[in-house]
């Protein structure tokens, strides 16, 4: 087997669709969703809730790479009265605080938003500054400084908005 992957958000579009390609590559993949139905590699499980994201990492076989997915996204509400910003960064420190000595390699889906709205329909150059124009924006940019200060071996993509077709 090539690593333990744990991919975070595993009912959404991304998520889902990694899942299924990473298995199918030959890793050891265990995923996990607040919506989704617990099976032989997928729990569901609300990474807002800090005692039971450390119970599920400490019970788990050692993940070697995270693949956090996970977020409320532009347009959703998230549940409890957070603002989106904060429910996304609270998974965030969630995570981290289940990991008290080292910290697996990281790879956080972030988003362009970090950008502001002028580069939503066209690239942005390779030397442009994050200028966030809105909370989620500013959310993103936040929780990707925060992993970049908690961890060794991380990778950002900031990515275009994605829609699933139906």
């Known amino acids: 087997m090539r690593g333990h ?3 975070t958000g595993s009912s959404g579009f991304i998520g889902d669709t990694l899942v299924k390609i990473l298995i199918d590559a030959g890793y050891t993949v265990s995923s ?3 919506t989704s139905s617990e099976s032989k590699t ?3 499980l609300d990474l807002t809730v800090r005692a039971d994201v450390q119970d599920y990492i400490k019970k788990s076989e050692p993940i070697d ?3 956090h997915c996970a977020a409320i996204a532009h347009g959703e509400n998230p549940p409890k009265n957070y603002s989106v910003s904060e429910f996304n960064s609270i998974m965030i420190d ?3 605080s289940a990991f008290p000595g ?3 390699h990281w790879i956080f889906l972030s988003s ?3 950008y502001g709205d002028s580069y939503l329909e066209c690239p942005v150059p390779i030397k442009e500054k994050p200028l966030p124009s809105d909370n989620y924006g500013y959310g993103k940019l936040h929780d990707e400084q925060t992993l970049i200060k908690a961890c060794d071996h991380l990778d950002i993509l900031r990515l275009m908005p994605v829609y699933e077709s139906f």
Do not use: Q, T
């Open 65 to 67: 790479v995270i693949i």
């Open 5 to 7: 992957i744990l991919v």
């Open 112 to 114: 362009i938003s970090v």
């Open 42 to 44: 997928s729990f569901p």
């Open 32 to 34: 996990i969703s607040r």
């Open 94 to 96: 969630n995570l981290l």
């Open 102 to 104: 080292k910290h697996p």
